[in-house]
């Protein structure tokens, strides 16, 4: 399905890698495997094992790629980017939720530079194309690392998408004229995510959190936020300094941690 150009190796991303820590040996290794259960379960083995900052794990196709909220992220051949990169934050713990704000934000941009596509972001973090889910961020602790998975749709087979899916989700090369390099985008990524990253340990959290804001497609919206077993609805006004999502409610404001936000539509329906 994939060219031969368009398929992740490690040498290509070796040679266009610009990073001066994530993926860079003998310091962070850099592996990109053929097949792999995830990314993420292997980041997390090696970071209990002592890996590097900026270790970087990519994979060609994930057997049992993890979503958020315990759900799987379908990871067929040569059909997205799937990787998964160590951290050692020296970052206050309510800081924390920053670190997947700013890899969306770092996402969001790669894209925009290699393929030329604007990308919104949906709290916490969806990476949205054309009201669909281009591509999602895991993040997952072995405390005191940190583990960043990354997955991205590159290309998929519309016949093959599970069916609950083909509403929801996209990919960068649905339309043929989309012409990029996924190595090209893989490491532009590790790029905007080393500088995001250093950012958010130089203590500038506004101006990630204002990049997010520009980027958001939540920002002024009626949700409907399913948090734990509470379903809360109302206005998104803001993102608070620490990444939590304002929301205006008919109880007043209410400042939401974790959940997933379905975005109302003109029908009155949420997606
Ligand atoms: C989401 O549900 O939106 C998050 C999806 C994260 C998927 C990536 S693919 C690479 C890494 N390894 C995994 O098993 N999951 C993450």
Not at 124 to 141: A, F, P, Q, T, W
Not at 171 to 200: G, V
């Amino acid at each position: 399905m994939a060219q031969e150009g368009e398929i992740l190796n490690v040498e290509t991303i070796r040679a266009l890698l610009q990073t001066n820590l994530f993926g860079r040996e003998p310091e962070s290794i850099l592996e990109v495997w053929d097949t792999i259960d995830s990314t993420n379960k292997h980041a997390l083995q090696l970071a209990k094992d002592g890996a590097a900052q900026g270790t970087c794990i990519l994979s060609r196709e994930q057997t049992a790629g993890r979503g958020r909220l315990g759900r799987s992220w379908v990871s067929p051949p040569d059909s997205g980017i799937y990787m998964s990169i160590v951290l050692r934050p020296t970052l206050a713990m309510e800081d924390m939720p920053l670190i997947t704000l700013a890899t969306g934000v770092a996402c969001a941009k790669a894209i925009e530079k290699c393929c030329g596509f604007a990308i919104g972001l949906k709290w916490v973090n969806d990476l949205i194309l054309g009201r669909k889910k281009l591509g999602g961020i895991l993040v997952e602790m072995q405390k005191p690392a940190v583990v960043v998975g990354i997955g991205i749709n590159i290309q998929h087979d519309e016949a093959t998408v599970p069916e609950d899916l083909k509403e929801k989700m996209t990919w960068l090369r649905r339309d043929s004229d989309t012409k990029f390099s996924t190595n090209a985008l893989a490491t532009e990524i590790l790029l905007q995510l080393e500088n995001y990253y250093q950012m958010l340990l130089d203590g500038r959290k506004s101006d990630i959190l204002n990049d997010w804001r520009k980027l958001s497609v939540n920002i002024g919206k009626e949700v409907s936020c399913q948090s734990g077993n509470q379903q809360i609805v109302g206005e998104v006004i803001d993102i608070s300094e620490q990444g939590a999502l304002l929301l205006r409610t008919v109880d007043g404001v209410q400042t939401i941690y974790a959940g997933e936000v379905s975005i109302r539509n003109l029908d009155g329906s949420y997606t």
